[in-house]
């Protein structure tokens, strides 16, 4: 798979939207990547977990809860390896959890994110993931905004690993 052979995809999942958009972190943007419509999308998701196996080479896969579970699901039955879901607080019943899965102490863990514009979210899930024994140095997403998160993982010594550049998306715009 190439590059735009996914991003020809999250186009036709009208995953790419311009406007004007609110983002989580506070800013705003003249386009929206809608993760929702490409992480519900079976073609998608099929490239997606196609393009993070060619970039795995850890032996255990995390998740951030809630929007990259899927992705995490799909690349796990496609690499065959087991992951774990890191949640952003740890829940107020059963088991409360922070990370739900197995994971051992020392285990290298990669994460897979969506999309990555503050990489505030992967961050937390790394520091979490650390705190369990984890060590993480990677994160991969699919679509980096280029916001700032590279320099904000390099800050905490993670490593960001895009499937697609803003740049890269936005081109034929």
């Known amino acids: 798979m190439t590059n735009q052979e996914l991003i020809a995809a999250l186009r036709d999942a009208d995953a790419v939207q311009y406007g004007e958009f609110e983002l989580s972190h506070g800013g705003t943007s003249d386009y929206y990547v809608d993760k929702y419509l490409f992480e519900t999308d079976p073609h998608c998701l099929e490239l997606i977990a196609e393009a993070f196996a060619a970039k795995i080479d850890e032996p255990k896969l995390a998740g951030v809860a809630l929007g990259a ?3 995490v699901a799909v690349t796990a039955t496609e690499t065959d390896r087991p992951y ?3 949640r952003k607080k740890a829940k107020e019943y059963g088991t409360a959890n922070r990370i739900e899965g197995r994971l051992d102490e020392g285990e290298e863990v990669v994460v897979l994110e969506d999309i990555a514009t503050t990489g505030n979210s992967a961050i937390d899930a790394a520091e979490a993931l650390r705190e369990a024994g984890a060590t993480v140095n990677r994160i991969l997403v699919v679509v980096d905004r280029e916001e700032g998160a590279t320099e904000r993982l ?3 010594d993670l490593e960001l690993d895009a499937l697609v550049t803003a740049s890269e998306l936005l081109a034929d715009r």
């Open 154 to 156: 390099a800050e905490h």
């Open 84 to 86: 774990v879901i890191a």
């Open 69 to 71: 579970v899927p992705l």
